[in-house]
């Protein structure tokens, strides 16, 4: 009789343990970023780097409670056979609203992300400048050939900025390689992004990858702004502080660099003067998954007063595993 009973009480035990761990699992299952596909190129940002050329100050209503949240600290490229996952992770969650109870289209309020990349690493082949706003270059062997942007708002926004605006001839002509996907979605610490490959190909070895992180500011659209907050001397409501109130430093707050410093390094290679025609932009370097990089090049006309010579940064060289 004991026996039976030690049975039965067993196979209660088991039923209350399958019970939980099948609570558990549900909500993973219905996650739609869960881990799945390939991973063809992966990243771990510097923390504590969201200060893009070293001194940038948050906005003013996020300086006291979201410090961290521009802070990438993971990107992420999978292979899901139709589709290319792109996944990038901050050390902060990522808000859904903002301090003053707005909300946007794909839920999320404050990061706007450019993801650069180098399909072929052919001289002349690709854009060497940034979108609009950003205030960046690429090396012309290393210039971009596809953007993914994901922005908070509709990405007919974005679509229709490039189709419309004819005047910026090179960005028109690359308009089909600007990528505003729709299938996105905003996890605790993470933003996602599905691609179609027949939009922006299969990830090979050799490609190369630059991310940069912005604030997102709706009302910012025009000659130099595409959606991002901009960077001026002093941080206000809308901008952060730190920068220039001209347009030749950055308007990026985070990118893809091994250590904060190499990242200060490259960013701090701008000249920023009232007439835009003599700016000098800032060079960012793409990391390659496959091959030896590129050393970060920088500017003997900066305004950095740091000694010319280039800071070679080893981990920037390294070849991604
Ligand atoms: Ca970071
Ligand atoms: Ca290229
Ligand atoms: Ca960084």
């Known amino acids: ?60 209503p996020l300086q006291d409670k979201k410090i961290g949240i521009f802070d990438m600290q993971n990107f992420t490229v999978r292979d899901l ?18 301090v003053d109870g707005q909300f946007f289209q794909k839920g999320w309020a404050y990061q706007l992300i450019d993801i650069y990349i180098d399909t072929n690493r052919i001289k002349g082949e690709g854009l060497r400048r940034a979108l609009p706003g950003r205030n960046l270059e690429f090396r012309e062997e290393e210039a971009w050939d596809k953007v993914v942007v ?43 992004a599905r691609v179609r490959k027949s939009d922006v190909g299969t990830p090979q070895e050799n490609w190369g990858y630059q991310v940069c992180v912005l604030g997102f500011d709706r009302d910012n659209i025009g000659r ?68 030896k990089q590129n050393v970060p090049q920088n500017r003997s006309s900066s305004m950095n007063r740091e000694p010319v010579e280039i800071l070679v940064e080893p981990r920037y060289l390294k070849p991604v595993e």
């Open 1 to 60: 009789m004991k026996s039976v009973y030690k049975f039965m009480f067993c196979v209660l035990c088991l039923m209350l343990l399958g019970g939980c761990s099948k609570r558990q699992e549900d909500p993973q299952v219905s996650t739609p970023a869960s881990m799945s596909g390939r991973v063809v190129f992966r990243y771990q940002d510097a923390k504590s780097d969201d200060r893009g050329m070293g001194h940038y100050i948050y906005p003013v």
């Open 81 to 98: 056979g139709d589709m290319v996952e792109f996944q990038v992770e901050f050390v902060r969650p990522v808000d859904r609203e903002t």
């Open 150 to 192: 994901l922005t908070p708002s509709s990405s007919r926004d974005i679509d229709q900025y490039f189709a419309e605006n004819s005047e910026y001839r090179d960005f028109y002509e690359m308009r089909r390689n600007i990528i505003a996907p729709d299938d996105v979605y905003a996890g605790t610490y993470t933003i996602t």
């Open 224 to 291: 130099n702004g595409l959606y991002n907050m901009e960077v001026g001397t002093f941080a206000t409501n809308k901008s952060f502080g730190g920068g220039t109130d001209y347009e030749g430093n950055t308007n990026v707050v985070d990118i893809l660099s091994p250590s904060k410093e190499a990242q200060y390094q490259v960013l701090s290679q701008y000249r920023s003067n009232p007439g835009p025609d003599q700016n000098v932009l800032a060079i960012l370097p793409m990391i390659y998954s496959k091959g």
